[in-house]
């Protein structure tokens, strides 16, 4: 049974950081990219950013570039979302994701298992 566990969310002010973590089982960890998707409430899911199965490619949207850095360690099965300087439009629940084979790119319906989110909340 796959598990998708994210952890580290919370309430933190404009500027702040925050850490993010998703620890897979159940699965192949180093044949999986690995994706954090976010939700607003009354607005879509969108990628924030990925990284490929080897963690050679990553992907960041543009609003997060310079300011969130995704990494993972395959010898703990986890995915890591680093996010610095936050802001009041960072806030939404956070999901993890993962794709076999991925190569790093936000494409939703190409992750096979996700979390449950966890939320961030950036305070003006």
């Known amino acids: 049974q796959v598990q998708v566990v994210e952890s580290g969310g919370g309430l933190v002010q404009t500027g702040g950081s925050l850490r993010l973590s998703c620890t897979v089982s159940?699965?192949?960890?180093?044949?999986?990219?690995m994706g954090w998707f976010r939700q607003a409430p009354g607005k879509e899911r969108e990628g924030v950013a990925c990284i490929s199965w080897s963690g050679g490619s990553t992907y960041y949207e543009d609003s997060v570039k310079g300011r969130f850095t995704i990494s993972r360690d395959n010898a703990k099965n986890t995915v890591y979302l680093q996010m610095n300087s936050l802001k009041p439009e960072d806030t939404a629940m956070y999901y993890c994701a993962a794709e076999h084979g991925g190569l790093g790119f936000p494409v939703l319906e190409d992750y096979e298992y996700w979390g449950q989110g966890t939320q961030v909340t950036v305070s003006s």
């Open positions: 159940g699965l192949s960890f180093d044949d999986y990219g």
